[in-house]
């Protein structure tokens, strides 16, 4: 059965810094690569990240995230984490993980799709 769980979300003052991880099971890491992307309250979908571990662990960002935020992996763990630091309000979303395809562009675009597997969430608040 396929799951991805998110942890590590919180309350954090504006300035600081969280670790998001997201186990999952059911496949591998090698299988396919795991996306992030958040949502706020009514607010569209936003991809943050994605990262290919079978692809030397290639990463891709949004331009919000590039510099702030970083994407990481551990094979043995069967978890992807994203480091996210400098943290603004604007920030405030609940954050998702997703697995997308190994190959194709998906994961290079940042391309989400409805019906991709993905966690149920974690919250980040921002306050400022």
């Known amino acids: 059965q396929v799951q991805l769980v998110e942890s590590g979300g919180g309350l954090v003052q504006t300035g600081g810094s969280l670790r998001l991880s997201c186990v999952v099971s059911?496949?591998?890491?090698?299988?396919?690569?795991i996306g992030w992307f958040r949502q706020a309250p009514g607010k569209d979908r936003e991809a943050v990240s994605c990262i290919s571990v079978p692809d030397d662990s290639s990463t891709y960002y949004a331009t919000y995230a590039e510099g702030r935020f970083t994407t990481s992996a551990d094979r043995n763990k069967m978890a992807v984490y994203l480091q996210m630091n400098s943290l603004q309000p604007e920030d405030t979303a609940t954050y998702y993980c997703?697995?997308?395809?190994?190959?194709?562009?998906?994961?290079?675009?940042?391309?989400?799709?409805?019906?991709?597997?993905r966690g149920k969430g974690t919250l980040v608040t921002v306050s400022s």
């Open positions: 059911g496949f591998t890491l090698d299988e396919f690569a």
């Open positions: 997703a697995r997308l395809p190994r190959f194709g562009s998906r994961c290079p675009t940042l391309t989400f799709y409805d019906n991709d597997y």
